[in-house]
């Protein structure tokens, strides 16, 4: 009897630990997206951030950021597990492909869905889709040589999200 008392104790303790490990110490999605202080030069501001919710109550989250040479706009859709991230990338990728935009592997990104042009504020951009974890990104990109350079910003988002 003794030792059930010594136990019960430490026991109560462990489950304490491991529920606030579980609950209290995830990553906010917003905490999660690029900010002025990931580009190491200065100039880049943020223009808008906005948080909610998918249709299927997924948090979800969008950042602006502008500079002289170009604007990025970056959105994270958090789910439930990675399998799901990856249901909703390969549906982006079919529509892609029917626009004829074919998705490659590119090094550190095992799932994208490959850079399709796009537009941002009425200038040329490109957009590009990944996984990482649980968080499906999207990194849209206008300015000089947006097309080559939307991979060092997603890089910089992998980084983040990861």
């Known amino acids: 009897m003794g030792n059930f008392r010594l136990v019960s104790p430490v026991v ?7 529920l606030t490990a579980c609950s209290g110490d995830a990553t906010a999605p917003r905490d999660l997206l690029l900010s002025p202080e990931d580009f190491p030069r200065s100039g880049v501001t943020e223009t808008s951030r906005e948080t909610g919710e998918t249709n299927q109550n997924e948090p ?26 990856m249901v909703l990338l390969s549906e982006i990728k079919q529509d892609q492909l029917a626009q ?9 990104f ?9 537009r941002l504020h ?9 996984v ?4 499906l990104v999207r990194i849209t990109l206008s300015g000089v ?6 991979w060092e910003v997603a890089r910089l988002a992998r980084e983040k999200s990861g």
């Open 60 to 85: 979800a989250v969008q950042v602006e950021l502008t500079s002289q040479d170009f604007t990025v706009l970056e959105s994270l859709v958090l789910f439930e597990s990675e399998d799901l991230a």
């Open 12 to 18: 109560v303790v462990i489950i304490a630990m491991l």
């Open 100 to 108: 004829g935009v074919d998705a490659h592997p590119a090094e550190g």
């Open 132 to 135: 990482e974890g649980r968080a």
């Open 110 to 118: 095992h799932a994208n869905s490959g850079v399709l042009a796009d």
């Open 122 to 130: 009425g200038e040329d951009a490109s957009t590009l889709f990944f």
């Open 145 to 150: 040589d947006h097309a080559n350079r939307v």
